[in-house]
């Protein structure tokens, strides 16, 4: 039973990032549901830009606790329920 990659959780921090031309973003953090190497369904935790384009921070197992995590990094934005 494979997972897709669902966003669940969106927040923007009050950390700013920029690139070589000089523009600049607030950092947000984004929350997947998604499942890892052994197929067991996980939650994944990004630092994005402004084009959605993200490195992944760190990965848990307990939603609550990601979810937790993620609204401790700036402010709620976006959340979207599993279907």
């Known amino acids: ?3 897709l990659f669902e966003q669940r ?11 070589e031309t000089g523009a600049e973003w ?3 953090y ?3 549901e998604t499942s ?3 197929d067991v369904r996980c939650f994944e935790l990004y630092e994005c830009d402004d084009r959605d384009n993200g490195v992944m921070i ?3 197992y307990k939603e609550s606790d990601m979810r937790h995590l993620t609204l401790r990094l700036g ?3 976006e959340w979207r329920k599993a279907a």
């Open 36 to 38: 890892d190497e052994n």
């Open 75 to 77: 402010d709620f934005v």
């Open 9 to 19: 959780l969106r927040v923007r921090s009050h950390e700013y990032n920029g690139d």
């Open 58 to 60: 760190c990965r848990g």
């Open 26 to 28: 607030r950092v947000e």
């Open 30 to 32: 984004v929350l997947y």
């Open 1 to 3: 039973m494979s997972y």
